[in-house]
């Protein structure tokens, strides 16, 4: 499978960007996604079967989220502190520990609900310390920042359309336990290649400064750009409107309509769109490139949409298709703004914040998911998602910051001039 994506994605990204580094770093993501694209599916489906309900599925997802977000703002400091490896590595280890865990819940018996929050809540404690690191990797191992972000996403993408449908597979055929162990496996994976990396020096935090001197800092960095804060303003309502409740619901609607494996079947083609969104990503590069990816953006309102109405399966999954490429331009135009406008000595924490603010209203969203449902009925809140998301284009379109925003060439480079 790692040999497959390489080639399918070699074809289209230069040469120039497959270094040894990068290589590692491609593989260790690709592996690790495979597994982390079949959690939720296996998750949602595995609590549902349990007895939970959606509240149980919103509940567990949020376990997870909510840590992330109290907490990814501490592990930039800690990146910045004891390198972004050292946090990367040990937070894959943890997960390759609780994710065998939950699978010997699963195939051992059915698990408790508190169970699965308090492991869920341990995974997102290890992703609050791995995920700012990441945003940092790539402009150490390639100077190609676009390119390489939209290779990574592609890769990513490729697991995403592969790994909800083999989800969803397992569950049916097989248990969910078997899920959580590829995903363990993926895990240890990716800690062995982050492990092997060779990364160019950047400075480091002195050591004399106080943690919150730190955070300081990285807030001052954060509002001092205000088309980072602008679109994270706007991702927070999309967290509590969109994000949150399109899992849960989605995962609900579809199931019960369908059945399990319907469910991985338009999650893939989501997965699938990203695919198409990265390989235009990796190819084009506008001048403004907030403004070209809320654009795409608007696309991604068709998920919710096609739910709400309740499409046939292929419809469904087509909308999803086109979903998913408008979201996967839109990443990869945010991430490579945010790390070549960013100075290196600071990302991680900027990154932290930004990630935060982001991430920050989607368990809320998860935890409102099921009262709302059952307060509206779950077509009618992913009828106002669907809403909320148009709406929320037109506002990052809106500020002249965001809009206007010129690409640069890496951190520190000159403003690419408009074609």
């Known amino acids: 499978m790692g040999e497959l994506v390489t080639q399918a994605v070699q074809e289209v990204a230069p040469r120039a960007v497959w270094t040894r580094d990068f290589g590692l770093f491609f593989t260790a993501r690709s592996v690790s996604t495979l597994g982390t694209a079949m959690v939720p599916v296996a998750m949602s489906l595995g609590v549902l079967q349990a007895g939970y309900g959606i509240s149980g599925v919103g509940y567990t997802l949020a376990s997870s989220t909510l840590p992330m977000a109290l907490l990814v703002l501490f592990g930039g400091v800690f990146a910045d502190r004891f390198t972004p490896r050292r946090m990367m590595v040990g937070a894959d280890a943890v997960r390759?520990?609780?994710?065998?865990?939950?699978?010997?819940?699963?195939?051992?018996?059915?698990?408790?609900?508190?169970?699965?929050?308090?492991?869920?809540?341990?995974?997102?404690?290890?992703?609050?310390?791995?995920?700012?690191?990441?945003?940092?990797?790539?402009?150490?191992?390639?100077?190609?920042?676009?390119?390489?972000?939209?290779?990574?996403?592609?890769?990513?993408?490729?697991?995403?359309?592969?790994?909800?449908?083999?989800?969803?597979a397992l569950v049916a055929f097989a248990d969910v336990g078997?899920?959580?162990?590829?995903?363990?496996?993926?895990?240890?994976?990716?800690?062995?290649?982050?492990?092997?990396?060779?990364?160019?020096?950047?400075?480091?935090?002195?050591?004399?400064?106080?943690?919150?001197?730190?955070?300081?800092?990285?807030?001052?960095?954060?509002?001092?750009?205000?088309?980072?804060?602008?679109?994270?303003?706007?991702?927070?309502?999309?967290?509590?409107?969109?994000?949150?409740?399109?899992?849960?619901?989605?995962?609900?609607?579809?199931?019960?309509?369908?059945?399990?494996?319907?469910?991985?079947?338009?999650?893939?083609?989501?997965?699938?769109?990203?695919i198409a969104g990265g390989l235009v990503a990796m190819r084009l590069k506008p001048s403004r490139p907030l403004a070209a990816g809320a654009t795409a953006m608007f696309a991604f309102a068709l998920q919710p949409l096609s739910i709400t109405l309740g499409l046939p399966l292929p419809v469904m999954a087509a909308c999803h298709a086109v979903a998913g490429a408008g979201s996967a331009f839109w990443g990869v135009m945010w991430m490579t703004s945010v790390q070549t406008q960013v100075p290196p000595e600071v990302l991680n924490r900027v990154h932290a914040y930004e990630v935060a603010g982001s991430i920050m209203a989607i368990p809320v969203g998860q935890a409102l998911a099921g009262p709302a449902a059952a307060l509206l009925g779950p077509r009618e809140v992913l009828a106002v998602s669907t809403v909320v998301a148009v709406s929320s284009c037109v506002c990052l379109l809106a500020v002249p910051s965001i809009r206007r925003l010129r690409r640069v060439a890496g951190p520190g480079g000159t403003v690419t001039p408009a074609a």
Do not use: K
Request: aromatic share 8%; net charge neutral; hydrophobic share 55%.
């Open 96 to 168: 390759l520990v609780t994710q065998s865990v939950t699978a010997a819940l699963f195939l051992t018996g059915s698990p408790q609900l508190w169970q699965l929050m308090a492991i869920s809540a341990i995974n997102g404690t290890a992703a609050a310390m791995f995920q700012p690191g990441l945003a940092s990797l790539i402009p150490r191992i390639t100077s190609d920042v676009q390119r390489a972000v939209a290779t990574q996403r592609t890769s990513e993408s490729l697991m995403l359309l592969v790994g909800p449908s083999v989800a969803g």
């Open 178 to 274: 078997v899920v959580f162990l590829v995903d363990a496996a993926g895990f240890g994976v990716s800690a062995l290649c982050l492990a092997l990396l060779r990364l160019r020096d950047i400075p480091q935090v002195g050591g004399e400064a106080t943690v919150w001197a730190n955070l300081r800092e990285g807030w001052q960095e954060f509002r001092s750009r205000t088309w980072m804060w602008g679109v994270i303003l706007v991702w927070s309502a999309m967290g509590i409107a969109v994000f949150g409740p399109v899992l849960p619901l989605g995962a609900t609607l579809v199931s019960a309509a369908h059945g399990a494996t319907a469910y991985g079947f338009v999650t893939s083609a989501f997965g699938a769109g990203t």
